[in-house]
């Protein structure tokens, strides 16, 4: 089974200031790669997914961009962060194959930005 | 397009008593349903999901759901509640038919609240 790791656990940014999480991915190969943001301890937003190594697609436009370097690697960057950024990012795998799998979640990371 | 249903923000129910927690999907295919639940500041875990066959599926933790295609539901059941069953659980669906890159749609979440 695959095991998902988000760094850093909780982060604390002021506004302007630029962002960089990860995530990485074991026991899977070739994964569906996910972000998503969660506000307010509800909704999930889907942010980016990607198909593959160097291929992503945005969900919603905002300040933030979505980078997969490596089969296993999925990235969430900022230039410059709003308050409004501040929330609960998630990352989330779906293993290749069967369409009706599941995601699994990461751990996640909690972003303030003040 | 596809989309999901929690109508409930919040539901309590007292330890020991059955709950449910709702869900109603729409889709223009057939629907893969998944159920998720999330514990204060974690990931969410995968609960269940319904593919095809059975309309009662079960799951982890003593969950199960059942699939109404006929009502669009897909409610979340436990036969008798624990107080560590208390969390924000979230529905998902996506089409059968949706191809591309297979995107799920959660709904906004339902707290579960057992009262000892």
């Known amino acids: 089974s695959q095991t998902i790791h988000q760094w850093p656990a909780t982060l604390v940014q002021p506004v302007g200031s630029p962002l960089s999480l990860e995530c990485t991915v074991e026991?899977?190969?070739?994964?569906?790669l996910y972000w998503y943001r969660q506000a307010a301890g509800r909704g999930l937003q889907l942010l980016f997914y990607?198909?593959?190594?160097?291929?992503i697609s945005s969900e919603v436009p905002q300040n933030l961009s979505a980078s997969r370097p490596q089969d296993r690697q999925f990235i969430l960057s900022s230039k410059k962060l709003l308050l409004s950024d501040s929330g609960f990012y998630l990352c989330?795998?779906?293993?290749?194959?069967?369409?009706?799998?599941?995601?699994?979640f990461g751990p996640g990371t909690r972003l303030t930005v003040l | 397009a596809q989309s999901v249903a929690q109508p409930e923000d919040q539901v309590n129910v007292a330890e020991g008593n059955p709950l449910t927690v709702k869900c109603t999907y729409s889709?223009?295919?057939?629907?893969?349903l998944f159920w998720y639940v999330q514990y204060p500041n974690r990931g969410l875990q995968f609960l269940l999901k319904?593919?095809?066959?059975?309309?009662l599926v079960k799951g982890s933790y003593g969950f199960e759901a059942e699939f109404n295609k006929s009502q669009t539901s897909f409610h979340l059941k436990k036969p008798s509640a624990l107080v560590s069953d208390s969390a924000l659980y979230f529905c998902?669906?996506?089409?059968?038919?949706?191809?591309?890159?297979?995107?799920?749609?959660f709904g906004t979440g339902t707290k579960l609240q057992v009262i000892p």
């Open positions: 989330a795998v779906k293993t290749s194959g069967r369409t009706y799998n599941e995601q699994f």
């Open positions: 026991g899977t190969s070739n994964p569906n």
């Open positions: 990607s198909v593959g190594i160097g291929q």
């Open positions: 889709v223009s295919g057939n629907p893969y």
């Open positions: 319904y593919i095809t066959g059975d309309n």
């Open positions: 998902a669906v996506r089409d059968m038919n949706s191809g591309g890159y297979q995107k799920v749609t």
